[in-house]
């Protein structure tokens, strides 16, 4: 097994390069670079077999069209992000001012529950809407690891202002699919540094008011 994080993008997108020991390989979340992340995958003798995305917010997905179209690999989405995938290069040339390629059609819907084997490794899908409609987080049991995109960060939370947000979705989705993994699961986020479960159950600052009942509004 091998676990590679690339920043990429003016928003700073944790990308994720998960590698089974056969040299079979996903991308989680490649957000910008496309040419740093097919660096990384020739430097390391990496075969990418599958392109994954938490959500579809512009800044985690931009990168999709160029590895698709040099690798041929399938990227994936939850169906409820599927308006975002859609407007995510103009929301994208709105953010930065530089001309972006529109995504293809997804070549397949995740769904809550699903397993995706990549070699001899897995990844369980856990839904977890709030942050958008289509929002998933992907869990790798034999590592100990959930990837959750902008649905959980060190100290907080995502945003749940955008458009298809809810505030009460996105609690429900950590404390149901994610606060229910055991504390010593490392948390991989979107954005910043990693964490755990225990640490984020006992000391974020939004989960802590959760528990005592305490839900932000929306």
């Known amino acids: ?15 994720y390069v998960l590698a089974s020991d056969s040299g079979e390989a996903v991308v989680v979340d490649p957000g910008d670079n496309p040419a740093g992340i097919l660096s990384l995958l020739e430097e390391n003798g990496l075969e990418l ?19 698709k179209e040099a690798t041929g690999a399938p990227y994936f989405v939850h169906r409820g992000d599927l308006f975002l995938v859609e407007i995510a290069h103009e929301r994208g040339e709105a953010w930065t ?28 899908v856990r839904h977890t809407p ?29 945003r749940s202002d955008f458009t ?36 984020e159950r006992r000391e974020n600052p939004f989960l802590v008011l959760a528990s005592k009942g305490i839900l932000p509004p929306g």
């Open 1 to 15: 097994m091998k676990l590679f994080k690339l920043v990429v993008g003016l928003l700073k997108v944790n990308c």
């Open 49 to 67: 077999s599958r392109i994954l995305l938490t959500h579809g917010h512009f800044d985690h997905v931009l990168a999709v069209p160029a590895l």
């Open 97 to 124: 001012q530089q001309k972006f390629r529109p995504l293809p059609p997804p070549d397949g819907f995740l769904q809550d529950g699903d397993i995706i084997r990549f070699g001899d490794e897995e990844l369980e």
């Open 130 to 158: 709030g942050h958008s409609p289509g929002g998933v987080s992907f869990v790798w049991h034999r590592e100990r690891a959930v990837f959750t995109g902008d649905t959980l960060l060190y100290n907080t939370v995502g």
């Open 164 to 199: 298809g947000g809810n505030a009460h979705d996105l609690i429900r989705s950590i404390e149901e699919k994610l606060l229910s993994l055991p504390d010593d699961y490392t948390v991989y986020p979107g954005h910043g540094q990693p964490t755990t479960i225990g640490r």
